[in-house]
C-alpha cells in the first residue's frame, strides 16, 4: 500500500509540478499578506468571554477591540492592516493566515498576551 502512495504522490508531482501539489496541500502559500485585527488582552479566560459575547451578538469585534483590548490599535477597532508572516509572532501569524476572511479565532497565546484574531483580507 505505501508503494502505491509513494507512487501516485510520484505522478501527481510530475503532472502538475511541485508548487501546485504544494498549493493544493496548503492553499495558503501563495498567500503573502493578510489584513487581520485583533483584540489582546492579559488572560485566556478573559479572551473567552470576549469571543462569546462576540459570537451572541451582544457586541460587534470592533466594539469590543474599543472597549477590551490593551493594543493601541484598540482606537482602529484593531485594525493592524496588512502584513507577511515574519512581521508578527509565528502564533499569532500562523493563525491569522489560516483564518477565512471574516472568521474570528479561538483565543491565541503570544508573549504579549491573548489575542482574538479576526482575517478580513487576503492578497
Known sequence: MKSIIKIFTL???MMFGLSSH?????PNLDVREVRSSHILVKTRPE?????????SGNITFEQAAEIYSLCPSSVKGGDLGY??????????????FDLKPGEISDPVGTRFGWHIIKTVDKR
Open 47 to 55: 479572551a473567552l468571554k470576549i469571543k462569546k459575547d462576540i459570537e
Open 22 to 26: 504544494a498549493n493544493f496541500l496548503n
Open 11 to 13: 505522478f501527481v508531482i
Open 83 to 96: 502584513f507577511t508572516r515574519k512581521q508578527m509572532e509565528q502564533q499569532f501569524s500562523d493563525v491569522a
